[in-house]
């Protein structure tokens, strides 16, 4: 166990809807990163926060966003979604923000868009 | 452009078997380099890290190497076991300006199948 917990485990719903992923990181990691993992693709960096604030953007849609809350917790906000955007999204927690630093990924959530 | 190309895409092999997985980058300017497991349905777990001027690291069976003229890395699996069987993914950090700004390239992943 990371840590790292993400809910929920498993979503289905319908193209065109709106669904927000939760992630809590281990205690004390200021640093929260999401990913998303398509069949096809490798794991693709969307969006770091950092003690509340972003720190750095991936290929993060615009349909995409995400915040950071003060008690650490992020969501990610998946809207007007796609038959596309189906695929496991990860989230990871590191006690920094800096690069060497470990991060330690949950065990995703599984979106389906039917 | 920022590349991370692993090879072989998959390897089957038998328990007990040693392999090597490779990893070639075009990141920079480079920071560290991560090799990581992610079995089937789960998150990836970190197996090491590698700065500019470590060449080897071990973790248990697993040792990864460095190369950072050559900008390769691999992974070498001794004695391998079933519960090896995972997808093995290299990880490239660029760091832009200091150490809190960087940006992290994932390879596609090898898939490992260890049979009996």
């Known amino acids: 166990d990371s840590g790292v917990t993400q809910t929920p485990k498993h979503l289905i719903t319908a193209t065109g809807q709106r669904v927000t992923l939760r992630c809590s990181p281990r205690s004390g990691d200021l640093s929260v990163y999401w990913y998303q993992q398509s069949l096809d693709q490798g794991l693709q960096f969307l969006i770091q926060y950092y003690n509340g604030e972003e720190r750095a953007k991936g290929n993060i849609l615009e349909r995409f966003s995400a915040q950071q809350f003060p008690d650490l917790h992020s969501e990610l906000n998946l809207s007007s979604l796609e038959l596309g955007d189906s695929a496991l999204y990860f989230c990871?927690?590191?006690?920094?923000?800096?690069?060497?630093?470990?991060?330690?990924f949950g065990q995703g959530t599984r979106l389906t868009v039917v | 452009k920022n590349q991370v190309e692993q090879s072989p895409q998959s390897l089957i092999i038998l328990e007990g078997k040693n392999c090597t997985l490779q990893c070639n980058y075009t990141v920079s300017p480079f920071s560290n380099l991560r090799w990581y497991k992610q079995d089937t349905g789960r998150g990836p777990v970190s197996l090491t890290i590698?700065?500019?001027?470590?060449n080897t690291k071990s973790n248990g069976r697993y040792t990864a190497t460095l190369d950072a003229d050559t900008k390769q890395s691999s992974l070498h699996i001794t004695a391998s076991q079933l519960s090896d069987s995972a997808s093995y993914i290299c990880v490239v950090s660029a760091e832009r300006s200091g150490g809190s700004n960087y940006k992290l390239t994932f390879g596609k992943g090898t898939l490992l199948t260890v049979n009996p």
């Open positions: 590698m700065t500019f001027s470590e």
């Open positions: 990871a927690s590191s006690g920094t923000g800096w690069s060497h630093a470990e991060a330690f």
